[in-house]
């Protein structure tokens, strides 16, 4: 990755929510030195397994963002990476903007120190640094766990903050303490619990007729996704089986194909993986308009995975930057392990994954095996082509470098490809548009009828499959989308053949779209004779 000026915007540029992962909560920054036990404490406090922790000095490097519970009352805690305000490297240099980005959007900072060894420069700048912040500080003494180290204490007074707390994050020692002291100083509610059940309740009581006509279609709906996540669809209880299916998805056979309504507050997430310096840090500050992730020239900057939530055009994104993924043989600190193993664990957790490729690089093994993490996962998939001016600038083109990707992703053939850079902000507007198509079509549910109608015409000689594999379809049904699901109904207990299945997928994406999406087919022997 290259280093960066202030991004370069191209088309409407996104608004920037409150910090992730809540909106308008209090905020509460954890500073200090590296390896003093900051990201412990944060795991502690938000009860998660967000920051990667070790015994390695500099993990964590960008603001990392997570929701604590203090008495009822939700805040959220940012962890920062280790500071070191004198050091002129690049990585310490980024570092301290981001803490200092954290420290003026907090309502109260915890400065955390090692209470096992003697308080060191670093120390004693940062206190300087956080008193002239003008806003509330505790000072955490950490890794205390005997009474010898209680009765040293004396020196950390004389940093000048109070009160100073003897905490051992790792064994949840002393920090009731420190939620009991913050608790105060936490603004006001808005609404008590007890008024917000009951302006709940008159909602119930007043929601029209229609509307619990539609919560039951959904319960219905849900029901029907449950089913399928096990591996089965609803039975016919009566009649046919495919009206019977047409029956169950709630009336959508006047409505052949449509898109399932993501909500209101619906949030589609976003994950930006890809190997170590192609541009995946880059690319999340020119989407979110700000420095919200470090980049730089050294392979490997991003370890935790660093979240951020926009809004553009009235739509929501949570945009998720993962550390580079490496080969195993290539990871040599457990930083850099457990960097990949998290990384991969925010893909599970996203709908759309950008697969960042480096065009001055070309396409390599390693972009196949990451895409392949993705397509596994069934998520939908847009692949991202960085860097394309520095690829231009070196006579490539477009159409044979897409070709070239189309060659090397074939398990990819439904997604789409852009191209842009990052760092100078062209093609952002593209990106936008194919990360709105690729989630919508995610949702694209078609009723039964269609279905069936289009399995009629269907001509699966095609498929070059053995006699003694084939199958009797007596019907398919979707039941389930993000990603899309369908069952078939067959004749014989026996897996379809890989033929079968990539025919089929291609007439249902000929067919109704679901372009960038991939698509899921099971099973099911049906009862018929």
Same mark, same amino acid.
């Given at each position: 990755?290259?280093?960066?000026?202030?991004?370069?915007?191209?088309? #409407?540029?996104?608004?920037?929510?409150?910090?992730?992962?809540?909106?308008?909560?209090?905020?509460?920054?954890?500073?200090?030195?590296?390896?003093?036990?900051?990201?412990?404490?944060?795991?502690?406090?938000?009860?998660?397994?967000?920051?990667?922790?070790?015994?390695?000095?500099?993990?964590?490097?960008?603001?990392?963002?997570?929701?604590?519970?203090?008495?009822?009352?939700?805040?959220?805690?940012?962890?920062?990476?280790?500071?070191?305000?004198?050091?002129?490297?690049?990585?310490?240099?980024?570092?301290?903007?981001?803490?200092?980005?954290?420290?003026?959007?907090?309502?109260?900072?915890?400065?955390?120190?090692?209470?096992?060894?003697?308080?060191?420069?670093?120390?004693?700048?940062?206190?300087?640094?956080?008193?002239?912040?003008?806003?509330?500080?505790?000072?955490?003494?950490?890794?205390?766990?005997?009474?010898?180290?209680?009765?040293?204490?004396?020196?950390?007074?004389?940093?000048?903050?109070?009160?100073?707390?003897?905490?051992?994050?790792?064994?949840?020692?002393?920090?009731?303490?420190?939620?009991?002291?913050?608790?105060?100083?936490?603004?006001?509610?808005?609404?008590?619990?007890? #008024?917000?059940?009951?302006?709940?309740?008159?909602?119930?009581?007043?929601?029209?007729?229609?509307?619990?006509?539609?919560?039951?279609?959904?319960?219905?709906?849900?029901?029907?996704?449950?089913?399928?996540?096990?591996?089965?669809?609803?039975?016919?209880?009566?009649?046919?089986?495919?009206?019977?299916?047409?029956?169950?998805?709630?009336?959508?056979?006047?409505?052949?194909?449509?898109?399932?309504?993501?909500?209101?507050?619906?949030?589609?997430?976003?994950?930006?993986?890809?190997?170590?310096?192609?541009?995946?840090?880059?690319?999340?500050?020119?989407?979110?308009?700000?420095?919200?992730?470090?980049?730089?020239?050294?392979?490997?900057?991003?370890?935790?995975?660093?979240?951020?939530?926009?809004?553009?055009?009235?739509?929501?994104?949570?945009?998720?930057?993962?550390?580079?993924?490496?080969?195993?043989?290539?990871?040599?600190?457990?930083?850099?392990?457990?960097?990949?193993?998290?990384?991969?664990?925010?893909?599970?957790?996203?709908?759309?994954?950008?697969?960042?490729?480096?065009?001055?690089?070309?396409?390599?093994?390693?972009?196949?095996? +990451?895409?392949?993490?993705?397509?596994?996962?069934?998520?939908?998939?847009?692949?991202?082509?960085?860097?394309?001016?520095?690829?231009?600038?070196?006579?490539?083109?477009?159409?044979?470098?897409?070709?070239?990707?189309?060659?090397?992703?074939?398990?990819?053939?439904?997604?789409?490809?852009?191209?842009?850079?990052?760092?100078?902000?062209?093609?952002?507007?593209?990106?936008?548009?194919?990360?709105?198509?690729?989630?919508?079509?995610?949702?694209?549910?078609?009723?039964?009828?269609?279905?069936?109608?289009?399995?009629?015409?269907?001509?699966?000689?095609?498929?070059?499959?053995?006699?003694?594999?084939?199958?009797?379809?007596?019907?398919?049904?979707?039941?389930?989308?993000?990603?899309?699901?369908?069952?078939?109904?067959?004749?014989?207990?026996?897996?379809?053949?890989?033929?079968?299945?990539?025919?089929?997928?291609?007439?249902?994406?000929?067919?109704?779209?679901?372009?960038?999406?991939? +698509?899921?087919?099971?099973?099911?022997?049906?009862?018929?004779?």
């Amino acid at each position: 990755m290259r280093t960066e000026g202030r991004p370069v915007r191209s088309g #409407e540029a996104p608004a920037v929510l409150a910090p992730p992962p809540a909106e308008n909560l209090p905020v509460i920054a954890i500073v200090g030195r590296p390896n003093v036990g900051k990201s412990t404490l944060f795991n502690r406090l938000t009860r998660t397994r967000r920051s990667i922790v070790g015994d390695e000095p500099g993990i964590t490097r960008d603001r990392i963002y997570g929701v604590a519970e203090f008495e009822g009352r939700r805040v959220t805690v940012v962890d920062t990476g280790g500071i070191l305000p004198d050091d002129p490297e690049i990585i310490p240099e980024a570092i301290y903007r981001q803490a200092r980005v954290a420290i003026e959007e907090a309502l109260a900072i915890l400065f955390v120190v090692d209470g096992r060894t003697p308080l060191a420069a670093p120390d004693l700048q940062l206190a300087q640094l956080l008193l002239r912040s003008g806003k509330p500080v505790l000072l955490l003494v950490n890794k205390i766990e005997t009474d010898q180290q209680l009765r040293d204490l004396g020196p950390y007074y004389e940093l000048g903050l109070q009160p100073v707390f003897p905490v051992s994050a790792e064994h949840n020692h002393g920090l009731e303490e420190v939620r009991d002291y913050l608790r105060p100083l936490l603004p006001p509610e808005e609404f008590a619990a007890d #008024e917000q059940a009951s302006a709940a309740a008159l909602v119930s009581e007043e929601r029209p007729r229609g509307s619990q006509r539609s919560l039951r279609r959904a319960a219905r709906a849900a029901a029907a996704t449950a089913e399928a996540e096990k591996g089965v669809a609803p039975l016919p209880e009566g009649g046919s089986g495919a009206a019977h299916e047409a029956t169950e998805a709630g009336g959508e056979e006047r409505r052949p194909s449509a898109i399932v309504a993501a909500g209101a507050d619906a949030i589609c997430s976003i994950a930006i993986i890809g190997r170590p310096n192609v541009g995946k840090s880059t690319l999340l500050n020119q989407l979110t308009g700000e420095e919200r992730s470090i980049v730089s020239d050294i392979a490997g900057t991003t370890r935790d995975a660093v979240d951020a939530l926009i809004e553009r055009s009235g739509r929501r994104y949570r945009l998720i930057d993962t550390a580079g993924i490496r080969r195993k043989g290539k990871t040599k600190l457990m930083a850099e392990k457990l960097s990949v193993v998290m990384a991969r664990k925010h893909l599970e957790q996203a709908d759309v994954a950008l697969i960042v490729l480096d065009a001055s690089e070309g396409v390599v093994a390693l972009d196949a095996t +990451i895409a392949g993490y993705a397509s596994e996962g069934y998520k939908s998939c847009v692949l991202v082509v960085n860097k394309w001016d520095l690829a231009q600038e070196r006579g490539l083109e477009r159409k044979e470098f897409e070709q070239l990707v189309r060659d090397r992703f074939k398990f990819l053939a439904f997604a789409p490809v852009v191209f842009l850079s990052a760092q100078r902000g062209q093609g952002m507007g593209r990106l936008f548009t194919e990360i709105d198509k690729v989630a919508r079509e995610r949702r694209r549910r078609v009723s039964t009828a269609e279905l069936n109608r289009f399995l009629a015409v269907a001509d699966f000689d095609r498929a070059p499959v053995p006699i003694s594999l084939r199958l009797r379809i007596y019907y398919i049904s979707q039941v389930a989308v993000s990603p899309p699901t369908f069952v078939l109904f067959v004749d014989k207990a026996r897996p379809l053949h890989f033929s079968y299945q990539r025919y089929l997928e291609n007439q249902l994406r000929r067919a109704f779209g679901f372009a960038g999406t991939p +698509i899921l087919i099971k099973t099911k022997v049906s009862g018929r004779k």
